[in-house]
Nanobody, 121 residues
Framework: QVQLVESGGGLVQPGGSLRLSCAAS????????MGWYRQAPGKQRDLVAT???????NYADSVKGRFTISRDNAKNTVYLQMNSLNPEDTAVYYC???????????????WGQGTLVTVSS
């Protein structure tokens, strides 16, 4: 099995910054792609950013230039640096691995439990 655990959420004022972390653990052989999604109250879960194990990144238009995704492959950890936050960024942020490869060569889609980010004065 593979587990994803997020941390780093909280309350921040508009214009502020937060850094989210997501650590993967378990019987991991490889996680080719890791990403972040977010879900605001009453809305669908939307993609925020993804990163491959080679470092290729992809961002939602709404966060380009403000958010930066990165990963440490040795630690199986992905980060999301969020700058210039505004109230529209308020959401539960979920870590996602669409196709984690286990040591028994199974492919699993894995979600973290989510971490709440609230942007408010």
């Amino acid at each position: 099995q593979v587990q994803l655990v997020e941390s780093g959420g909280g309350l921040v004022q508009p214009g502020g910054s937060l850094r989210l972390s997501c650590a993967a653990s378990g019987s991991i052989a490889s996680i080719p792609v890791m990403g972040w999604y977010r879900q605001a109250p009453g809305k669908q879960r939307d993609l925020v950013a993804t990163i491959t194990n080679g470092g290729t990144t992809n961002y939602a238009d709404s966060v380009k230039g403000r958010f930066t995704i990165s990963r440490d492959n040795a630690k199986n950890t992905v980060y999301l640096q969020m700058n210039s936050l505004n109230p529209e960024d308020t959401a539960v942020y979920y870590c996602h691995a669409p196709s984690a490869i286990t040591t028994s060569w199974r492919r699993l889609e894995v979600w973290g439990q989510g971490t709440l980010v609230t942007v408010s004065s």
